[in-house]
């Protein structure tokens, strides 16, 4: 009497004449599967360098009221200029965020016009993060502090290529009795946009890439606690 035919489990089965082996497949499959995670990589939205240092002096004065003064731009053709109003309002807004209350901008430019030891500070040409500059700067508004913010460096030139500014800058917290708080600098390059989609226009995804660069700064200065807090 004739056997049924047995049939072979899947695993078994011999490959057809000229097909492909197991093995060949397996690469084929992995490669697929590199191919597809490499076009699905995330690009980070920043790259930075940050170094600041905090004096203790401002863990024991915790100061309050900051007066920010006008963004200074020391770029390579005063690259960002046309952001500089900007930047000082985000500035002033993000320090709310860090629990300090800045002094309106018409309050500290009101106090600095007409003054004879700031005029006499900027007649010499130098930077107002210098120390011989910014102690004539102090103490001229009813502020606790002074922030003071200059741009060093800053490259848009391939923004609607790549979405992205390469920048440096320097920050100050300077007491008013001129005494640095807390300063540093950070570098680097961001998105416009950060992880999300950016702005369509230039002027937006510049001020896009500002409004990071000045959290990524503010995010390393100490929130402001009330003397006794926290102590």
């Known amino acids: 009497m004739a056997q049924p035919p047995v049939s ?4 078994s089965r011999p490959f057809p004449s000229g097909s492909p082996s197991r093995s060949r497949l397996a690469g084929l499959v992995a490669g697929v599967l590199l191919l597809l995670a490499a076009g699905c990589k995330t690009v980070e939205p920043m790259s930075i360098n940050p170094s600041f240092t905090t004096a203790t002096a401002l863990l024991t004065r915790s100061p309050a009221e900051v007066a920010v003064l006008p963004v200074e731009d020391a770029s390579a053709g005063g690259g960002a200029t046309r952001h500089l109003v900007f930047l000082r309002q985000e500035l002033m807004r993000q320090l709310v965020d860090r629990k300090y209350t800045p002094l309106t901008a018409s309050t500290v430019d009101a106090a600095m016009r007409g003054n004879a030891d700031v005029a006499a500070a900027r007649s010499t040409g130098g930077s107002i993060l210098e120390p011989a500059v910014f102690r004539k700067l102090a103490g001229h508004s009813s502020e606790d502090a002074m922030m003071i913010f200059r741009i060093d460096h800053w490259d848009e030139s391939s923004l609607m290529v790549t979405k992205r500014v390469n920048f440096r800058c320097q920050a100050a917290l300077v007491g008013n009795d001129g005494q640095q708080l807390w300063f540093g600098t950070l570098s680097g390059e961001i998105k416009a946009g950060g992880a ?16 990071m660069m000045i959290r990524e700064v503010l995010l390393r200065l100490p929130e402001h606690q009330p003397t006794g807090v926290g102590r």
Request: glycine content about 10%; aromatic content about 0%; proline content about 10%.
């Open 8 to 11: 072979l489990p899947l695993s």
């Open 196 to 211: 999300g989609a950016s702005p369509l226009d230039r002027d937006s995804m510049a001020r896009s890439c500002g409004e």
